[in-house]
């Protein structure tokens, strides 16, 4: 037996519940993991309350990150005692997740366990770390390097938003935080933000074209607030855009694009090939400054996730939010 999240939708209507399952009920797959940590991220919050349409298959285990031992496998690349992390793939929404003890995969899908990290350091990491660097790797293959000017990141107080404003600022990038909670400033400058900018600014319907004041954003909102980050973007700059919290409408107009020359580059984590997965988390081993994973994160167990779900969705959690499957 092994202590679960398990999500189910029947007669008696939508539920999730901390229940004990039998190994027999695992899914098929070629690798089987003992999971020391995963991740409450947006997706699995609306996962666990329903409140979005993520999961595509019941009953389920949520959880779109995980990192832990491998117990038993049959692939190739991994044996009994690897470390391993997992990220996307679906994993949570179709497949069952990491908010679980146990996990049983396909292996295709895990990438080994960055050097020197711990497990609860990956999964302080997560999707939201993992999301954040590619954010930051497109900006550089982009040609945004610190000298072209400040670079704007939304949704700062969220995980990608926490974890891309250290990036930057360890790269010797000039950051400006765009958020909702004006309490949160000394939190954000302590990550590296120079510059606090309420979020109301940007989350309303504005003008076609706006002041240049950004060589580039990392956008984790959407909507207005995309179409306002757009448009005041300095000439020939370049905005990631890997989120959809204020929503999955873009209002905006060509203008910064064909005026401005302004790129938008869209960031997938979900089904990203394993080549940059990797890349990615080793430039998250060499850049990240480890040093402030604890101001970032905070540790739940298990048997909390579902209300912690809720908070999440209210806007009530600051940076990521590690769960120890195991307590």
């Not at 990438?111 to 954040?132: K, R, V």
């Not at 370049?238 to 203008?255: H, N, R």
Request: aromatic share 6%; proline share 5%; with cysteine.
């Amino acid at each position: 037996m092994f202590n679960a999240i398990l999500i189910q939708k029947d007669a008696e209507g939508y539920r999730a519940q901390h229940t004990a399952l039998e190994e027999s009920q695992l899914p098929e797959g070629d690798v089987r993991v003992q999971v020391d940590y995963s991740t409450l991220n947006y997706k699995d919050a609306l996962a666990i309350t329903g409140k979005g349409p993520v999961v595509r298959e019941f009953p389920i285990v949520p959880g779109i990150d995980l990192a832990g031992t491998v117990e038993s496998s049959q692939h190739p690349e991994f044996k009994a005692g690897d470390r391993v992390v997992l990220n996307g793939w679906g994993v949570g929404e179709k497949y069952w997740g990491g908010l679980a003890q146990k996990a049983q995969l396909k292996g295709d899908w895990l990438i080994p366990l960055p050097e020197g990290f711990s497990t609860h350091e990956a999964m302080a990491l997560g999707t939201a770390g993992y999301t954040a660097m590619l954010c930051v790797l497109a900006l550089e293959q982009q040609g945004i390097t610190p000298d072209k000017g400040p670079v704007l990141v939304t949704g700062a107080n969220g995980g990608v938003g926490s974890v891309a404003i250290s990036l930057l600022h360890t790269a010797g990038y000039q950051v400006a935080a765009s958020t909702g909670r004006p309490q949160e400033a000394d939190y954000l400058r302590s990550l590296g933000a120079s510059e606090i900018i309420d979020r109301a600014t940007l989350s309303e319907p504005g003008k076609p074209l706006q002041k240049e004041r950004w060589a580039a954003a990392i956008d984790t909102v959407g909507s207005h607030t995309l179409a306002n980050v757009c448009a005041s973007i300095a000439y020939g700059g370049v905005v990631a855009a890997c989120g959809l919290a204020q929503g999955m409408d873009f209002p905006a107009t060509v203008a910064p694009f064909i005026l401005r020359g302004v790129r938008l580059i869209g960031i997938d984590s979900v089904m990203r090939p394993k080549a940059d997965r990797i890349e990615a988390w080793k430039r998250l081993a060499q850049d990240l400054d480890r040093s402030q994973l604890s101001q970032i994160t905070h540790t739940i167990g298990l048997t909390e996730a579902i209300s912690s779900a809720q908070q999440l969705l209210a806007g009530q959690v600051r940076g990521r939010v590690v769960v120890d499957v195991n307590r």
